[in-house]
């Protein structure tokens, strides 16, 4: 089955620095990869997502890059802000036709950006 | 607005006694999955249903069982709890005609004693 990876666990910077989490996958049938946000005490939320048939995708100050023929892929987020502390998970998933199989996600990774 | 419910929010419990956590949903998606998350192992996958005949077992499904007993409704047992399954336990629901997103109940935190 699906395993993720995902690193570092933990990430302190600055505000305003950039910050990167690297997540890799073992299934080369994964084709969707999503990344979900978890504020203290609240669930975890959609906030980007990549499919295979692009390497990058932006949107405002986040971004993921997926690198297929390694099976690995990353999020970065710059211009940090105090509001993006939180625990950062990697997912991975395999589209079929329209619809999507079980996601299986990352250990996580929890960010810390410091005023 | 249309949400995932779970309940209890939180339950504490000992040794050997039988718990139920329930999930429903007004958001009229036919696939719910069940996750339990520990600290520093992520969201790990108990069991998932695509539809209401459909049931299967995800990565740790061992000492869990599972009902969906309407498209709304899928609900997670533990027959005789033990210690190492006190976790913060999430609902979550997709629409298999939709783009993937996963949509989380509240969280349903258990301390089995």
């Known amino acids: 089955g699906e395993n993720v990876e995902q690193h570092p666990s933990t990430l302190s910077v600055q505000e305003g620095d950039s910050a990167v989490i690297k997540c890799t996958y073992s299934?080369?049938?994964?084709?969707?990869f999503p990344w979900y946000k978890q504020e203290l005490g609240k669930r975890p939320q959609l906030i980007i997502d990549i499919r295979s048939n692009v390497g990058e995708k932006k949107d405002q100050r986040i971004a993921v890059t997926l690198n297929k023929t390694a099976k690995h892929f990353s999020l970065h987020i710059t211009e940090t802000q105090p509001e993006d502390s939180a625990v950062y998970f990697c997912?991975?998933?395999?589209?079929?036709?329209?619809?999507?199989?079980?996601?299986?996600f990352g250990p996580g990774t929890s960010l810390s950006v410091i005023p | 607005d249309a949400d995932v419910t779970q309940t209890p929010r939180n339950r504490i419990t000992k040794t050997g006694k039988r718990i139920m956590l329930e999930c429903s949903q007004t958001?009229?998606?036919?696939?719910m999955y069940w996750y339990r998350q520990d600290p520093g192992l992520g969201l790990r996958l108990i069991y998932y249903s695509f539809d209401v005949k459909d049931i299967n077992k995800g990565e740790i499904s061992d000492g869990y069982s599972v009902s969906r007993q309407a498209q709304a409704k899928f609900s997670l047992s533990l027959e005789s709890a033990i210690p190492n399954q006190t976790a913060l336990y999430f609902c979550?629901?997709?629409?298999?005609?939709?783009?993937?997103?996963?949509?989380f109940g509240e969280g349903s935190r258990l301390t089995v004693l």
């Open positions: 997912a991975a998933s395999i589209r079929v036709g329209t619809s999507y199989d079980k996601v299986i």
């Open positions: 958001k009229g998606h036919d696939r």
């Open positions: 979550a629901t997709s629409d298999s005609q939709g783009n993937g997103e996963l949509f």
């Open positions: 299934d080369s049938a994964s084709n969707y």
